[in-house]
Every structure is written in structure tokens, then in C-alpha cells.
């Protein structure tokens, strides 16, 4: 990391780090940034552009991973140069797909330790789904129009990009912000508890290069006249929000910390306060997300790369990077609820590059399998990861065979929609969902099957066998309670 005297003093003056008060200066940066695109850049040349967002996003990395940057660097040139030599190809999605996991996890192999680290590797595994992402991009534009879906359509490149535009799309500072600021802020300087650890599940803000140029050229604007788009103030709303759900994980973190769950007092408690800590842990481990996401959207949209045309009122939407779906987050009411809701960028990411492209595979379990399994690659290799997606796959499908038993059996349903049942049956359905949001999250936070197998253990495994069972039994249940049809008579058959 690069040795900034300022920020040395400035970190011993507010009681931090270097390392978290720098990330977070990078992660505040990007308002400053973007106003002055906003209020210099817009309308000038495409050129100027590219080069302000490759400059300022290089700054952004050197000042926290120094040197380490060429890694990237070399990352950026590798995939152009794949797109120019080349073409839109399979052969070179593959290639991008090998290359740039391959660089990925050689990172993990050697830099990792046994705990978050925030190295060159935290913000380079976004910068891997977006190179994968552009290069795939470049191979749908060039397939005939018959052959493409409407995603297709919408985000392919009929044209090879620039180098200049490649790297301006690569390290633009609304996509390299996202990832390791959110390292330190539980430690900044709220709590005197340790810095929560960094998860980098789903962390990143992703956006195509076709979104990149559009803002480039001025389309994303809702301002029609040339004049520069009103976004001031719905990124400041955002970043207000956003500061909102940071400071309460910051406060709350103090009381509902990741080691808690690794030291003898907590495995001391009873069954019951063991889980309603989960509970309420997994929850709050989910605002230091939220708080990050909402602050490096508000710079987006403040650069109006955000833009996403009009409700029907005719007012402006500034979401076509939003994150989160908070309305819909806090009051969630399904594990489907959480995957449409939460972290919304990378569930399109690994839907529209990933899960699509298995379709030939023609099982939708195995694609989701394998899309799962490529996102705890993605991570790296901490049993952890795969850990928590399993539960994920577990939960999901668990969820579906519910629903499917309600579908063919009119007794379930109708029990499940008694006025009188109803009302426990969503309060029991609010609590189990909140119960498991935390449980999977365990493996995730913790890392080593030493440290989150233990805690599993302790909870009896409640979070596992329950479930596994149900769907095991789900095709047994079906037939048993599904309604037998009715043999016709025998006067019907005279007949």
C-alpha cells in the first residue's frame, strides 16, 4: 500500500488505521470524482473521458495496493489484446474465461492467508467478472442478430472497443471503490471491538461496457437539451441513506461481532441464544453491504452512469445500478425474496454470463449448480465459501418443493391459506427465514470448517438436516397427498 504521510497522521488522530481510513477516503472519493465529471467533463470528448476515469481509478488503487496495480494493468491488456487478435469468437470467452480465473485464484493461491485480505486480489476479482463480462459482450455483437436474445441485443458490442476504452471502462471509480472500502468501516471509529472481517461475497458493482459508453456519448441523461443531467440530488440522497445503514452496522457490530461466535463464552449459552445471536448477526453482517453498495451507487448516479429513463409519472430513474432493493430487503419473506432483492448486480452477472450459457446442459439444477460452484471459485478457496453456497442451494430448492407441494396438493394449500393459520404461519415463515440468513452466513464470515464447523455443531446442525430431510421426502409427499383421480363407473364405461 502506498505510504501517504497525510493519511498516517490523519488515521492516528480519529483512533484508525491507515490502511481502513485510507480505503474509506477511496470509497468517499468517488463523490468529488464524479461532480467534477459531471460538472467539467460533460459534453467534452469521448477521449478526455476515458482518460480521467483511467487516471483517476489508477490513483485510487495506487494509493491503497502501491505497485500491486499491475496486476490489473496486465489484466486489461491481456483481455484487449484477446479481443483484437482474436475476434468475436468463442474461443476467446473461453480464453477470458481461463485467463482471467487462472490469474484470479493464482492471487488467492499465493497471497492468501487464514483471514480477509485486503490486497490487490479484493478489488481484482471485480475487475475479472467485468473483464469475462466485456470480452463476452464482444462475442454476442458479433453473432448474427437471429441468434441473439434480447440480453444479447442489449449489451453486445458490434464493435471492438479501444484500449483507451477498455481501461476506462475497467477502472472507472464507481467499479474499483466497491470491495475492499468496506474492510474497515466497522472500525472507523465506532467500535472498540476488532474491524469485522471482509466478506467479499457479491461485492461489486458491475456495469456493461454498451451502459459505459452510453453515459460517454451523454445518452444518460434526463436532461434532453444538452444540459447536464439532475442527479445532484438523488446521489445525495443515496449516499445519506447509505452513511445511515453504515453507522448502524458500526454501532450494532460492537455488540454482534464475527469472533464472538469463535470464543468459549458464546458456545457456553444455551441452544436458543445461540441461534437468536445468529439471528440478529446475520442480519446486521448484511448492513455493512447495504451501507457500501448504497454509498458507491450514490457516485454513480451523481456521474449519471445510473440512468434508467422514466416511470410511467415521468420522473427520472437513477437505478440501473442499484444494489439493493431495500423496501423489499427489510421485509422479505422468502430465501427467493433475498436473491431478488439483495446484491443485484452479481445475480445478473452470473444469470446473463454464467447460468444462460448452461442451458445446453438442459437441467436447471445442475446449472445452478454449476454457477454456484463457480461463484465460491470465484471467492477462492476457503471451505467457507462453498460451505455457504451449498446452504444456499439447499434453501432455494427447498423453498421450490414447497411451493410445488402447495400446487399439487389443494389439502396443503388450503390449510396454508386459512384465515386463522395464515397469520402464525407468516410470523413462523418471518422467523425461520431470519434464522437462516444467518446460519449459511457463519461458514462465510468465519472461513476455516475449524472455526465454522464448531459453530454448526453447536447448533445442532439445525440449519442443515431439517431441510435435506424435506427434500428428500418432497417426491414421496407429493405422491401421498396429491389427489388420486377418480376411475370412471361403470355405467360410464357401458357408455
Same mark, same amino acid.
Given at each position: 500500500?502506498?505510504?501517504?504521510?497525510?493519511?498516517?497522521?490523519?488515521?492516528?488522530?480519529?483512533?484508525?488505521?491507515?490502511?481502513?481510513?485510507?480505503?474509506?477516503?477511496?470509497?468517499?472519493?468517488? $463523490?468529488?470524482?464524479?461532480?467534477?465529471?459531471?460538472?467539467?467533463?460533460?459534453?467534452?470528448?469521448?477521449?478526455?473521458?476515458?482518460?480521467?476515469?483511467?487516471?483517476?481509478?489508477?490513483? &485510487?488503487?495506487?494509493?491503497?495496493?502501491?505497485?500491486?496495480? &499491475?496486476?490489473?494493468? &496486465?489484466?486489461?491488456?491481456?483481455?484487449?489484446?484477446?479481443?483484437?487478435?482474436?475476434?468475436?469468437?468463442?474461443?476467446?470467452?473461453?480464453?477470458?474465461?481461463?485467463?482471467? +480465473?487462472?490469474?484470479?485464484?493464482?492471487?488467492?493461491?499465493?497471497?492468501?492467508?487464514?483471514?480477509?485480505?485486503? +490486497?490487490?486480489?479484493?478489488?481484482?476479482?471485480? +475487475?475479472?467478472?467485468?473483464?469475462?463480462?466485456?470480452?463476452?459482450?464482444?462475442?454476442?455483437?458479433?453473432?448474427?442478430?437471429?441468434?441473439?436474445?434480447?440480453?444479447?441485443?442489449?449489451?453486445?458490442?458490434?464493435?471492438?472497443?479501444?484500449?483507451?476504452?477498455?481501461?476506462?471502462?475497467?477502472?472507472?471509480?464507481?467499479?474499483?471503490?466497491?470491495?475492499?472500502?468496506?474492510?474497515?468501516?466497522?472500525?472507523?471509529?465506532?467500535?472498540?471491538?476488532?474491524?469485522?472481517?471482509?466478506?467479499?461475497?457479491?461485492?461489486?458493482?458491475?456495469?456493461?461496457?454498451?451502459?459505459?459508453?452510453? =453515459?460517454?456519448?451523454?445518452?444518460?441523461?434526463?436532461?434532453?437539451?444538452?444540459?447536464?443531467?439532475?442527479?445532484?440530488?438523488?446521489?445525495?440522497?443515496? +449516499?445519506?441513506?447509505?452513511?445511515?445503514?453504515?453507522?448502524?452496522?458500526?454501532?450494532?457490530?460492537?455488540?454482534?461481532?464475527?469472533?464472538?461466535?469463535?470464543?468459549?463464552?458464546?458456545?457456553?449459552?444455551?441452544?436458543?441464544?445461540?441461534?437468536?445471536?445468529?439471528?440478529?448477526?446475520?442480519?446486521? =453482517?448484511?448492513?455493512?453491504?447495504?451501507?457500501?453498495?448504497?454509498?458507491?451507487?450514490?457516485?454513480?448516479?451523481?456521474?449519471?452512469?445510473?440512468?434508467?429513463?422514466?416511470?410511467?409519472?415521468?420522473?427520472?430513474?437513477?437505478?440501473?445500478?442499484?444494489?439493493?432493493?431495500?423496501?423489499?430487503?427489510? =421485509?422479505?419473506?422468502?430465501?427467493?425474496?433475498? &436473491?431478488?432483492?439483495?446484491?443485484?448486480?452479481?445475480?445478473?452477472?452470473?444469470?446473463?454470463?454464467?447460468?444462460?450459457?448452461?442451458?445446453?446442459?438442459?437441467?436447471?439444477?445442475?446449472?445452478?449448480?454449476?454457477?454456484?460452484?463457480?461463484?465460491?471459485?470465484?471467492?477462492?478457496?476457503?471451505?467457507?465459501? $462453498?460451505?455457504?453456497?451449498?446452504?444456499?442451494?439447499?434453501?432455494?430448492?427447498?423453498?421450490?418443493?414447497?411451493?410445488?407441494?402447495?400446487?399439487?396438493?389443494?389439502?396443503?394449500?388450503?390449510?396454508?391459506?386459512?384465515?386463522?393459520?395464515?397469520?402464525?404461519?407468516?410470523?413462523?415463515?418471518?422467523?425461520?427465514?431470519?434464522?437462516?440468513?444467518?446460519?449459511?452466513?457463519?461458514?462465510?464470515?468465519?472461513?476455516?470448517?475449524?472455526?465454522?464447523?464448531?459453530?454448526?455443531?453447536?447448533?445442532?446442525?439445525?440449519?442443515?438436516?431439517?431441510?435435506?430431510?424435506?427434500?428428500?421426502?418432497?417426491?414421496?409427499?407429493?405422491?401421498?397427498?396429491?389427489?388420486?383421480?377418480?376411475?370412471?363407473?361403470?355405467?360410464?364405461?357401458?357408455?
Amino acid at each position: 500500500m502506498a505510504d501517504l504521510g497525510l493519511v498516517k497522521t490523519l488515521a492516528g488522530a480519529l483512533g484508525t488505521n491507515e490502511a481502513s481510513l485510507t480505503l474509506i477516503l477511496g470509497l468517499l472519493a468517488g $463523490y468529488p470524482l464524479a461532480f467534477f465529471q459531471r460538472q467539467f467533463l460533460f459534453g467534452k470528448s469521448a477521449t478526455l473521458h476515458h482518460i480521467y476515469f483511467t487516471l483517476t481509478g489508477l490513483g &485510487i488503487l495506487y494509493a491503497n495496493f502501491g505497485t500491486d496495480i &499491475i496486476h490489473h494493468v &496486465i489484466c486489461v491488456f491481456t483481455n484487449y489484446m484477446l479481443m483484437r487478435i482474436i475476434g468475436p469468437k468463442l474461443l476467446s470467452v473461453q480464453l477470458a474465461f481461463v485467463f482471467n +480465473m487462472a490469474y484470479l485464484l493464482a492471487g488467492y493461491h499465493f497471497c492468501a492467508s487464514n483471514t480477509y485480505d485486503v +490486497m490487490w486480489t479484493t478489488p481484482h476479482c471485480v +475487475m475479472t467478472l467485468r473483464l469475462i463480462g466485456l470480452v463476452t459482450d464482444h462475442f454476442d455483437g458479433g453473432k448474427d442478430p437471429a441468434q441473439q436474445s434480447a440480453d444479447q441485443k442489449k449489451l453486445g458490442l458490434t464493435r471492438l472497443p479501444s484500449l483507451l476504452e477498455v481501461a476506462g471502462h475497467s477502472f472507472h471509480f464507481g467499479g474499483v471503490l466497491v470491495g475492499p472500502q468496506m474492510y474497515s468501516l466497522a472500525s472507523f471509529p465506532y467500535s472498540s471491538f476488532p474491524p469485522a472481517h471482509l466478506s467479499l461475497t457479491l461485492i461489486f458493482f458491475q456495469f456493461p461496457m454498451r451502459m459505459y459508453l452510453d =453515459m460517454i456519448e451523454g445518452k444518460l441523461t434526463d436532461n434532453t437539451e444538452g444540459k447536464r443531467p439532475a442527479c445532484v440530488v438523488p446521489a445525495l440522497k443515496r +449516499m445519506a441513506i447509505g452513511l445511515g445503514y453504515t453507522v448502524a452496522f458500526a454501532v450494532l457490530n460492537g455488540y454482534y461481532y464475527d469472533d464472538y461466535m469463535t470464543e468459549p463464552s458464546f458456545f457456553e449459552l444455551p441452544w436458543l441464544q445461540k441461534y437468536i445471536f445468529v439471528l440478529i448477526w446475520g442480519k446486521v =453482517m448484511l448492513y455493512k453491504y447495504v451501507g457500501c453498495w448504497l454509498l458507491a451507487e450514490g457516485s454513480c448516479i451523481l456521474s449519471s452512469l445510473t440512468y434508467n429513463g422514466r416511470d410511467e409519472h415521468g420522473n427520472p430513474l437513477w437505478d440501473s445500478c442499484k444494489n439493493i432493493k431495500l423496501s423489499k430487503f427489510e =421485509m422479505v419473506m422468502s430465501f427467493q425474496d433475498v &436473491i431478488d432483492s439483495f446484491n443485484i448486480n452479481t445475480n445478473k452477472w452470473a444469470a446473463h454470463y454464467v447460468y444462460k450459457r448452461l442451458k445446453f446442459l438442459n437441467n436447471r439444477m445442475l446449472s445452478q449448480l454449476f454457477t454456484l460452484v463457480f461463484l465460491a471459485l470465484w471467492h477462492g478457496f476457503h471451505s467457507g465459501y $462453498y460451505a455457504c453456497f451449498f446452504l444456499e442451494l439447499v434453501y432455494v430448492n427447498a423453498e421450490k418443493q414447497a411451493h410445488d407441494l402447495m400446487k399439487v396438493s389443494p389439502l396443503v394449500s388450503s390449510v396454508v391459506r386459512h384465515p386463522v393459520v395464515r397469520p402464525f404461519l407468516l410470523v413462523a415463515l418471518k422467523l425461520v427465514l431470519l434464522a437462516h440468513l444467518g446460519y449459511p452466513l457463519t461458514p462465510f464470515a468465519l472461513l476455516k470448517s475449524a472455526k465454522w464447523w464448531q459453530v454448526h455443531r453447536s447448533l445442532y446442525f439445525t440449519g442443515h438436516w431439517p431441510f435435506l430431510v424435506f427434500l428428500a421426502a418432497a417426491p414421496f409427499l407429493k405422491k401421498l397427498l396429491k389427489p388420486r383421480a377418480s376411475k370412471p363407473s361403470k355405467d360410464t364405461k357401458s357408455e
